[in-house]
Every structure is written in structure tokens, then in C-alpha cells.
């Protein structure tokens, strides 16, 4: 059993930057890879970026690339999401997910365990 919980969330303006936390609640966090997704209010759940085990590989959507940054701290069981030059189409709850699978990354399934979500509102 996984149980994760991000923080980090609040209100920014257009242009700002946040931090998103996600601590997990394993003593194995270095075997699951880690995901963040987003969802907007009236949206489906979507892709934004996932990290591997060892944090070496990342991969991002194409609407967060080259402004988002994952990471990870395998000793301190946390997963990190650096949102720089953020824009009101970022207003979103952001969710954070652990999965053992390697295969379909960008997709929700690939993940078995996810936390409650933060809430990030940019305003313009």
C-alpha cells in the first residue's frame, strides 16, 4: 500500500512559479515510478510528467516542456514538480502517482496509487 500526499498548491499570478511536493508513505518509493497529472474543472485527467525510479529519465507532456521540472529524493521519499512561467491554462488540480509500470507512462493506468490532489490557480 502506497499513500501519497501533495502540497505546494495555492494561487499565483501569470508568469510566477510554484512547487509541488508529493511525500510517500513506503519504504520502497525507489521501486515505483512517479507521475504527475492535472485536472481542470469540466476536464478529463491529464498527463504532465513522470520520473523513473532512479530519477535519471524524465518525459514530459508537450504543453508543460521546457517549463515544468520532476524530480526526485529517493532518501527523503518525495517527488518534486517545479512549475516555472505559469498561464491560467495551468489552473488545475494537481494529482501525483506511483506505478510499477514502464509501459504507457502518459496514461493514468500505468499508475496503481495516487494521493488526493492540490489545488494551483493562476491568475491573469
Known amino acids: 500500500q502506497v499513500q501519497l500526499v501533495e502540497s505546494g498548491g495555492g494561487l499565483v499570478q501569470a508568469g510566477g512559479s510554484l512547487r509541488l511536493s508529493c511525500a510517500a508513505s513506503?519504504?520502497?518509493?525507489?521501486?515505483?515510478?512517479m507521475g504527475w497529472f492535472r485536472q481542470a474543472s469540466g476536464k478529463e485527467r491529464e498527463f504532465v510528467a513522470t520520473?523513473?525510479?532512479?530519477?535519471?529519465?524524465?518525459y514530459y507532456s508537450d504543453s508543460v516542456k521546457g517549463r515544468f521540472t520532476v524530480a526526485r529524493d529517493n532518501a527523503k521519499n518525495t517527488v518534486y514538480l517545479q512549475m516555472n512561467s505559469l498561464n491560467p491554462e495551468c489552473t488545475a488540480v494537481y494529482y501525483c502517482?506511483?506505478?510499477?509500470?514502464?509501459?504507457?507512462?502518459?496514461?493514468?493506468?500505468?499508475?496503481?496509487?495516487w494521493g488526493q490532489g492540490t489545488q494551483v490557480t493562476v491568475s491573469s
Open positions: 520520473i523513473s525510479r532512479s530519477g535519471i529519465s524524465t
Open positions: 513506503v519504504s520502497t518509493f525507489s521501486s515505483y515510478r
Open positions: 502517482a506511483a506505478g510499477s509500470s514502464d509501459g504507457f507512462v502518459d496514461r493514468a493506468s500505468a499508475y496503481g496509487y
